[in-house]
């Protein structure tokens, strides 16, 4: 699956840069107050890119990361109720003979 993952991007970016170099002419821009700006078509559609995927990206991380934080506080809570509601384990001694409250069969009495 991995090496599928890995070949799958390797085309994305041989598709790209094909892209690149067949469209690589300077397009100009007419910015406010008489400004003009000579881009590159693939520079330009780099930046148009980021510009719409950066906001949606961050938003995403961000959320999943507040999701995971409480997801971590619930868990400690739980793990936190559930060591309440066991109840302490009372340790049986090693040694029989020890533990006067030991029911011992008659052949053991003798």
Same mark, same amino acid.
């Given at each position: 699956?991995?090496?599928?993952?890995?070949?799958?991007?390797?085309?994305?970016?041989?598709?790209?840069?094909?892209?690149?170099? /067949?469209?690589?002419?300077?397009?100009?821009?007419?910015?406010?107050?008489?400004?003009?700006?000579?881009?590159?078509?693939?520079?330009?559609?780099?930046?148009?890119?980021?510009?719409?995927?950066?906001?949606?990206?961050?938003?995403?991380?961000?959320? /999943?990361?507040?999701?995971? @934080? /409480?997801?971590?506080?619930?868990? /400690?809570?739980?793990?936190?109720? @559930?060591?309440? !509601?066991?109840?302490?384990?009372?340790?049986?001694?090693?040694?029989? !003979?020890?533990?006067?409250?030991?029911? @011992?069969?008659?052949?053991?009495?003798?």
């Amino acid at each position: 699956m991995h090496f599928l993952k890995t070949l799958f991007w390797v085309m994305v970016a041989v598709i790209a840069v094909i892209f690149a170099f /067949r469209n690589w002419m300077s397009i100009t821009i007419h910015l406010w107050g008489g400004l003009e700006a000579d881009v590159k078509l693939p520079v330009l559609l780099l930046i148009a890119f980021l510009v719409g995927f950066l906001p949606w990206f961050t938003l995403y991380k961000t959320t /999943r990361w507040r999701l995971r @934080r /409480r997801l971590e506080a619930a868990q /400690r809570a739980l793990e936190e109720e @559930r060591a309440k !509601a066991v109840p302490a384990r009372i340790e049986t001694p090693a040694d029989p !003979a020890a533990d006067p409250l030991q029911i @011992r069969s008659p052949s053991t009495l003798s």
